[in-house]
């Protein structure tokens, strides 16, 4: 899974709509709070697709090459 899109708190608190819009269209945001990831906003049916992963383990794999992009910030 890609996020390409990283947004902070306050821009969601701010516009929910338009980053609902961006996660709808992309896949998935990560909001961010003190540059540090808080949050990922994602589409529906790549949260189905989550949910059906076996155990928490691969749940982790599946996101961990892309949120790790964001702990470092």
């Known amino acids: 899974m890609l996020i390409n899109k990283k947004v902070s708190i306050i821009e969601i608190n701010q516009n929910f709509s ?3 819009k961006i996660a709808s ?3 998935s945001v990560v909001a ?3 540059n540090k990831l808080e949050y ?5 049916s790549i949260t189905t697709k989550i949910m059906k992963l076996p155990t928490m383990q691969n ?6 090459s892309d949120a790790s992009k ?3 910030m």
């Open 18 to 20: 338009k980053v609902a």
């Open 25 to 27: 269209e992309e896949g």
């Open 32 to 34: 961010t709070q003190n």
């Open 40 to 44: 990922i906003l994602l589409k529906k």
């Open 59 to 64: 749940l982790m794999l599946f996101l961990k």
């Open 70 to 72: 964001y702990e470092s």
